[in-house]
């Protein structure tokens, strides 16, 4: 019995250890000051092909949030389910979330007399360094990592003893909320609620996060069929409807189950693989790239 449950997790243990390659990558890339706005082109064009992957393996607030939820089975306590209409509600709201901050950078940009006159040079500078511009990289916040190479007030949530600790978004916070005197109570709230939702809830976050937004927009693009390489295909005639894919899955996407059979296409998936490694049924769910199996169900039941 031991021995399958080990192999049940071994994709779930590659993916812990391919999260804490890419946080250091990124911690990295912070020290040499990586150009945002190139992180953001690679991100969303990626997502074009390879769809989530981003959030299922390199995301480190999936990470953070994927080590609260360890803890959590550890302490042997239950996660909590969503309901499946407030679980789709929200990652409908994702959409309106992701266009109240987008318009909002333009109306703040065409509201200023001086900015929409800037030269193009001018306006490839501002996009990165000021307002408001500067709040469209609340798409990278997931991506700040817990140890910082800058020290407060630049993005750090506190300093000790020389090192400083952060977490996503508190960064945004800081420059929000700057000599208001409310950054820290607002970042404690923050970090506050977002560690109990997540220890309560399986990636609760990523459900309505304004980055998975993003990334499920560019998802949108998946019309066009010969962009998206990477994709869990499902095979009809293998599943029993079983459902344990349904359980098993961290943000709670039901198409596996529902779904007839081919391609599985939703934005919600963050191709975490987790419901493959669990599918009790030979060749039942798998994992494509250009047309390969890359992996797929086993028959660990036997
Ligand atoms: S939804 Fe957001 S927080 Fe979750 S993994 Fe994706 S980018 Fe990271
Ligand atoms: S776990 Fe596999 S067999 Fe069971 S319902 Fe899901 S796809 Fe079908
Ligand atoms: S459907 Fe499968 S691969 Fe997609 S998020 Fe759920 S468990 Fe992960």
Redesign the pocket.
């Known amino acids: 019995m031991r021995i399958l449950k080990d192999r049940s997790r071994r994709v779930s243990h590659l993916r812990l250890a391919v999260q804490v390659v890419f946080l250091l990558v990124i911690y990295e890339l912070a020290t040499i000051g990586m150009d945002k706005i190139l992180l953001l082109l690679v991100i969303f064009g990626a997502t074009l092909f390879i769809g989530r992957f981003f959030c299922g393996w390199i995301c480190p607030f999936g990470l953070y949030v994927d080590l609260i939820t360890l803890l959590r089975r550890t302490l042997r306590v239950r996660h909590r389910i969503l309901s499946e209409r407030l679980n789709r509600s929200l990652h409908k709201l994702r959409y309106v979330i992701a266009l109240v901050i987008v318009s909002s950078v333009f109306l703040l940009f065409y509201m200023n007399p001086v900015l929409p006159s800037q030269a193009f040079f001018e306006f490839v500078m501002r996009l990165q360094f000021y307002p408001p511009f500067r709040y469209l990289f609340l798409f990278l916040s997931p991506l700040e990592t817990l140890i910082l190479p800058f020290a407060p007030p630049f993005g750090a949530f506190f300093e000790l003893q020389g090192v400083s600790f952060s977490f996503p978004y508190v960064g945004e916070i800081a420059a929000l909320f700057y000599g208001s005197g409310l950054t820290f109570p607002i970042a404690f709230t923050f970090v506050s609620l977002t560690v109990a939702a997540s220890f309560t809830f399986r990636r609760f976050w990523c459900r309505f996060c304004p980055t998975g937004i993003s990334l499920a927009i560019v998802n949108r693009f998946r019309g066009f069929r010969w962009a998206p390489l990477l994709h869990l295909y499902?095979v009809e005639e293998?599943?029993?409807?079983?459902?344990?894919?349904?359980r098993v899955c961290p943000p709670q996407v039901l198409e596996?189950?529902e779904k007839k059979g081919g391609r599985i296409e939703t934005s919600m998936c963050m191709l975490c693989l987790r419901?493959v490694e669990?599918?009790?049924?030979e060749d039942?769910?798998k994992l494509e790239l250009a047309g390969r199996t890359l992996f797929k169900?086993r028959n660990w039941l036997e």
């Open positions: 499902k293998k599943c029993t409807k079983c459902g344990i894919c349904k596996v189950y419901c669990m599918c009790p049924y039942c769910l169900s």
